[in-house]
């Protein structure tokens, strides 16, 4: 036997406080035969709240369940789950490819000697690629100076 959540208990005593003690244990009396909360079940509740809240037209809000939040950077892909490369990364991609003077035939080559794929997906790859494009860059600025 299941006794009684925490959130009916909640429940039935907002109700006990608007329509009076008397009142709300002569209906649990009514609907399940028992006096006292500790010897209430958890599905006698469930019936004893629906009987109380037709009884006192007490409006009770139910909150909607919250979605998960999915976030858009993460793919399963088997049982991992694969961490896609930021919006901003891949800015920073283009802005340090154009830096450095790559056109798109190089730096899918530049890719494939790095990551061993044409453009970066994931986070690390394009961490890998940035950090290479920051040393390239460095170094041809470092030569002008």
């Known amino acids: 036997m299941k006794g009684i959540t925490d959130k009916q208990r909640r429940t039935f005593f907002m109700i006990v ?5 008397d ?3 002569e209906v649990m009396k009514g609907v399940c035969g028992k006096e006292s909360l500790k010897e209430v079940s ?3 509740m469930k019936r004893v709240l629906k009987e109380l809240i037709e009884v006192s037209n007490i409006e009770i809000k139910i909150k909607p ?3 998960k939040f999915r976030n858009p950077l993460r793919v399963k892909q088997g049982s991992k789950i694969i961490k896609l490369a930021t919006h901003k990364q ?7 490819k154009e830096q450095v003077g790559f056109d798109d ?3 899918e080559s530049f890719c494939m000697r790095i990551i061993k794929r044409e453009k970066p997906l994931r986070r690390e790859e394009a961490q890998a690629i940035i950090a290479a494009l920051k040393g390239m860059h460095y170094v041809r600025w470092k030569a002008q100076y």
């Open 17 to 21: 406080n608007h329509i009076g003690k």
């Open 42 to 44: 958890y599905d006698e």
């Open 90 to 96: 891949l800015q920073y991609i283009e802005y340090l």
């Open 65 to 67: 369940k919250k979605k």
């Open 105 to 107: 035939k190089k730096f």
């Open 23 to 25: 009142n709300a244990y």
